[in-house]
């Protein structure tokens, strides 16, 4: 029998012992489906889901996966039953904001590419795999080009994927309804240090704080994490990226000026 335990993401904070004793020393097949993860609305400030991807990536043996919708879900819970290993699938509450057209088959590890650009990588995880899909459309208005990647693991994280698209990009959004400590966000940063991509890396998440109760709009709103905020934020470090550019022509110009910058 393969067990599987639905439970509120906050409630599962409550077992970390039992998740580190019981289930991953013994590298045991344990699913555990977070459930309201992420930002909670009406629940109030101790159900919000926001740690769980957190603590479980401290966790050795353990596969965390988020799917970006209910299609995506189903797939990743059968896949849990026949890895054979401690699992973590989180997804909020509600009902999904978007269902996807494109399903690829899940490998472990591994992201899927939902559009190709060449200036800015939006990579999101669970719920905000729409939220990136929303901004790649308002930039692309605004004649910005976006790769758009569902990371749908935050471990393992296969890299050769993601440093590909991350190389053919000058900037790299990453996106998760959850803290950004230990989060996507922080891994992505860490496979673009060891792997010396001079890439500008932005981290949309939730601080190290406790959030305070609020619909998920007022909050996302609050931290800046609504669409309008992200592309303003994606817009102005665009624009900075490219005066720097301009500025090192005009350098290269004034030192050789017969030589093209």
């Known amino acids: 029998m393969i067990p599987v335990v639905p439970m509120y993401s906050s409630f599962i904070q409550r077992a970390f012992d039992q998740l580190v004793h019981d289930v991953a020393i013994l590298n045991l097949p344990v699913i555990i489906c977070s459930d309201r993860s992420g930002i909670v609305g009406n629940d109030g400030e101790t159900h919000q889901g926001l740690l769980d991807m957190c603590f479980t990536n401290l966790i050795p043996n353990f596969t965390i996966m988020a799917p970006k919708d209910f299609r995506e879900l189903e797939a990743m819970l059968e896949f849990a039953v026949n890895l ?16 996807f057209e494109q399903q690829e ?13 060449k200036e800015v990588c939006l990579i999101g995880i669970g719920k905000f795999v729409a939220k990136a899909c929303q901004i790649a459309k308002s930039l ?13 693991f935050l471990k393992p994280l296969e890299e050769r994927i993601i440093c590909e698209k991350m ?17 996507l966000g922080a ?26 109760h609020g619909t998920c709009q007022e909050i996302e709103k609050a931290y800046g994490l609504d669409v309008e905020s992200i592309v303003q934020k ?12 301009r500025g090192k022509g005009c350098l290269k110009i004034l030192e050789n000026p017969n030589k093209k910058a």
Do not use: H
């Open 234 to 245: 994606i817009e102005q470090v665009n624009e900075e990226l490219n005066w720097q550019k």
């Open 167 to 183: 190389k053919k990009s000058q900037i790299v959004v990453t996106l998760e309804d959850g803290s950004l400590k230990c989060g």
């Open 140 to 152: 692309e208005e605004k004649a910005i080009a976006c790769t758009v990647m569902n990371a749908r």
């Open 187 to 212: 891994e992505i940063q860490r496979i673009a240090f060891e792997n010396q991509l001079n890439v500008k890396i932005l981290k949309m998440g939730y601080p190290d704080e406790f959030v305070k």
């Open 105 to 117: 088959r899940i490998e472990l590890g591994k992201a899927e590419v939902l559009q190709e650009g």
């Open 84 to 99: 054979g290993k401690p699992v973590l699938i989180r997804y909020p509450r509600g009902s999904e904001e978007v269902c």
